[in-house]
Every structure is written in C-alpha cells, then in structure tokens.
C-alpha cells in the first residue's frame, strides 16, 4: 500500500531550466510534506518542506506546490543546476507521526 | 556540531546469521528512526524511538528489532538474515516527534546478505 506515490523514477533537464518533480498521496490525514535529496553513498539531506494549511512555500531556488483537493504536490527547482543531479524523496506525515517516503525520483540536470 | 553516525558503513552477511547495527544521532536529538532502502521502493519506515520508547513501528517482520539507549544513541538488530534483507539502512534522529521536526540522517549501513 504505498500511500506516497512519485511515479516518475527518473526525470533528465537541461541546465537553466525548470525541473518539476511530482508526488501524489492517497491519506488525506496528511499534514505535512516534505522533501528530501539524496546523493550517491550519503544520507538524505531535507530539502524543502510544506504544512497542508499552505499551499505554496519557496525557499531559494526550489518551491514546493500543495494542491490537497488533489493530493499533489511538487517541487519546482529554478534554474536547475548540475549540482542538483540527485535522487528527490517526497515524504508525508500525519499528525507529527511516522514519515512516509516516496520511491524517489532520480534528478539528471544536463549541462 | 556532528552529524548522525552509522557503523558499520558495510556489511556481508549469510543468510541465517543475525546482524546488529548501531546510529549515533546528533546531540540533543531523542527521536530516532530507521528505514530501509531498496532499489525502486524508496525509503520504507522501519521503527522510531524517542527516550527509549518504541512509539512507531512499520510493517516489518518481527526480525527485525530495535532499542534506544539512555544516550539516545540507537540499535536495530535482524535476525535470520534473508536474501531480500539485502539493502540501505538509514537512521535519522531529530529533536522530537520526527513527522514535523526535519530528520537528518546518517549515511547509512549497507548491508549484503549472501
């Protein structure tokens, strides 16, 4: 039952473009969400993260999107940089409990 | 201020044997949470402490164990390894209830069950 879903394994931009990465949740008690980078042979680093009473929040270079009617959000990297060729993990929680992880979606920023 | 630690960082094992590894978090923190990650289904929630307690736990078979010390320092025991047991264990702490408080995690154990 995987209540977070990044259908996308993989997704390949170029340089000084957008990069939009999805997620999709099913558990409409989520409250939070979050995302997470990972790079090859380190943990994941937490990236950006969002309340369900927002719908919109922006940090630098990357903003996260909620659309809860629709159970989506996304995380929008502009510009994107080769140095953000990673894999992205969304993640959700309810109520300040257990995190729930996505399957990741791995970053290529071409240069 | 140091991050969260993992050792072993590798680990060979066959299968039947019984592995134990160990997270330090980050000073301060009291919640501490494993995952297991296997190619394609991302980071699958194992268990979490806080102050020597289980407060959560994921849908994994009962080899798969865990405890917390007084020192917050933490470690998950498998027994009876499996092939499939095959994978990436991350543990991450933060400072309190981990599903709103941002985790950092350590870089991992990977442990290979031949």
């Known amino acids: 039952d995987q209540q977070v879903k990044q259908n996308s394994p993989s997704l390949s931009v170029q340089e000084g473009r957008i990069s939009i990465l999805n997620c999709d949740y099913t558990?409409?008690?989520?409250?939070?969400f979050l995302w997470y980078k990972k790079y090859p042979a380190e943990g994941p680093t937490f990236l950006i993260s969002i309340s369900s009473i927002k719908d919109k929040n922006e940090d630098g270079r990357f903003t996260v999107f909620l659309n809860k009617s629709a159970k989506h959000l996304s995380l929008h990297i502009v510009p994107s940089q080769p140095g953000d060729s990673a894999v992205y993990f969304c993640a959700a929680s309810a109520g300040g409990f257990k995190t729930i992880f996505g399957a990741g979606t791995r970053l290529f920023v071409k240069a | 201020k140091a991050g969260v630690t993992q050792t072993p960082r590798y680990l060979i094992k066959t299968r039947g044997q019984q592995v134990t590894l160990s997270c330090s978090p980050i000073s301060g923190h009291r919640s501490v949470s494993w995952y297991q990650q296997t190619p394609g289904q991302g980071l699958q929630f194992l268990f979490e402490?806080?102050?020597?307690?289980?407060?959560n736990k994921g849908n994994f078979p009962g080899r798969f164990s865990g405890r917390q010390f007084s020192n917050s320092r933490s470690e998950m025991n498998v027994s009876t390894l499996e092939l499939g047991d095959s994978a990436l264990y991350l543990c991450?702490?933060?400072?309190?209830?981990?599903?709103?408080?941002?985790?950092?995690f350590g870089p991992g154990t990977r442990l290979t069950v031949l």
């Open positions: 991450a702490s933060s400072f309190d209830r981990q599903g709103t408080d941002t985790q950092y």
């Open positions: 402490y806080f102050s020597e307690t289980q407060r």
């Open positions: 558990n409409s008690m989520f409250d939070y």
